[in-house]
């Protein structure tokens, strides 16, 4: 993430919706009940666009761009209305990743969690050289805030 005379803006390759799950007592390998769960937006540029958004009272100086599965683009898009985000991502056929988090806060050495991260989008060649830069065009330069590119991408 790099600061331009357009504001700020964030990359993100490989976005994920964020599936965590209360599992007070988890047990691998046993039947668990879930006592609370919260689906949300995810990857590292979206979560960078979201706080800087919010914190910084940068609303509106903040573009997020990058990867989002057309299939579940609904929490990003609500996301990014709620903080004032500029929606700069190129939608790709299917779904983004899914990360599943198990957390037992009650567990008897503390609390732990467990992460199942599920594998995402295929990116097209031509996505990125087609897509993503005609999406950042005039906004200055960008800098990523990615965890790993997505199969496809350069």
């Given at each position: 993430m ?6 700020l ?14 599992c ?8 668990n009940r879930v006592?609370?769960q919260t689906?949300t937006?995810?990857g590292?540029g979206i979560?960078v666009?979201a ?8 609303a509106?100086?903040?573009?997020a761009t990058?990867?989002?599965g057309?299939d579940?683009?609904a929490?990003f898009e609500?996301?990014?209305?709620e ?9 790709l056929p299917?779904?983004s990743?899914v990360?599943?988090?198990v957390v ?5 050495e503390?609390?732990r969690?467990?992460d ?13 050289r087609d ?15 990615a ?8």
């Amino acid at each position: 993430m790099t600061s331009s005379r357009d504001g700020l803006v964030t990359v993100t390759l490989d976005a994920a919706v964020d599936q965590t799950r209360e599992c007070p007592g988890f047990a691998a390998g046993a039947v668990n009940r879930v006592a609370a769960q919260t689906f949300t937006a995810g990857g590292k540029g979206i979560h960078v666009a979201a706080f800087l958004a919010e914190r910084s009272g940068r609303a509106g100086r903040v573009t997020a761009t990058g990867f989002l599965g057309s299939d579940d683009a609904a929490p990003f898009e609500a996301l990014f209305r709620e903080r004032g985000i500029e929606d700069r991502c190129l939608r790709l056929p299917g779904a983004s990743r899914v990360d599943i988090k198990v957390v037992d806060r009650l567990g008897p050495e503390g609390p732990r969690g467990t992460d199942i991260n599920l594998p995402g989008l295929v990116v097209p060649a031509a996505a990125p050289r087609d897509g993503l830069r005609g999406r950042q065009a005039g906004r200055g330069r960008a800098g990523a805030a990615a965890r790993r590119a997505p199969p496809g991408a350069p």
